[in-house]
């Protein structure tokens, strides 16, 4: 049981470039987010859905896009990088009164 | 493996009260940090409070307060002069940095807390 699998673990970007990350969960959760974390802060929400098809935005989304053509996948588009969107990103999903299960994170550095 | 469980599902407290969350936590590492997050209707996860385990002394944020006893894995939130802004669901977490580099971020199943006029 894989739970939640983020790729990649690092990257390091120019300032311009995109790239996506990717998230996967195996355990038919209909919630899945995106959060970043910068240092010494806490979670911050990105984007969410709560089932293949249905997207929302949270409460940083300026500069990502997400899609969810499918109830394991949830990737993160990042256009136009910028050294503001250098951080920690999670991913994760959940089903109601489960709590949640947190990918490893991906440290993106902008440069 | 690490595990976070909060055993307390739903709460309530009358305005202007004291109530403490509970949480426990299981794990073999040394150095970890825990966090209590607020999240209301609108999904995010707020930050309450976070405790770096090698600090001995307990973190305090305005009316949110700790106690973190690390031998006994347990780490409550004590919230002070309740307010009706406080209903929200709270969530315990637990996270470290493994030696491959990555992170481990694990949630409690959470606990819904009401505040009361």
């Known amino acids: 049981n894989a739970g939640v699998t983020q790729t990649p673990k690092f990257r390091i970007l120019k300032i311009g470039q995109s790239m996506t990350l990717q998230c996967t969960q195996d355990m038919n959760h209909n919630y899945m987010y995106w959060y970043r974390q910068d240092p010494g802060m806490g979670l911050k929400l990105i984007y969410y859905?709560?089932?293949?098809?249905?997207?929302d935005k949270g409460e940083v989304p300026n500069g990502y896009n997400v899609s969810r053509s499918t109830t394991e996948d949830f990737p993160l588009r990042l256009e136009l990088a910028a050294p503001s969107q250098t951080s920690v990103y999670f991913c994760?999903?959940?089903?109601?009164?489960?709590?949640?299960?947190f990918g490893s994170g991906t440290r993106l550095t902008v440069v | 493996a690490q595990t976070v469980t909060q055993s307390q599902p739903e709460m309530s407290v009358q305005e202007a009260e004291t109530v403490t969350l509970s949480c426990t936590y299981d794990t073999s590492e040394n150095n970890y940090y825990l966090f209590w997050y607020k999240q209301p209707p609108s999904r995010q996860m707020i930050l309450v409070i976070r405790?770096?385990?090698?600090?001995?002394q307990n973190a305090t944020e305005n009316r949110f307060s700790v106690n973190f006893q690390k031998a006994a894995k347990s780490f409550s939130l004590k919230i002070s002069d309740s307010q009706l802004g406080d209903t929200a669901m709270y969530f315990c977490?637990?996270?470290?940095?493994?030696?491959?580099?990555?992170?481990?971020?694990?949630f409690g199943t959470g606990t819904r807390l009401k505040v009361l006029a």
């Open positions: 977490a637990f996270m470290n940095f493994t030696t491959s580099g990555t992170y481990k971020y694990i």
């Open positions: 994760a999903s959940s089903n109601t009164g489960y709590g949640y299960t």
């Open positions: 405790q770096e385990a090698y600090k001995q």
């Open positions: 859905s709560v089932g293949a098809g249905i997207t």
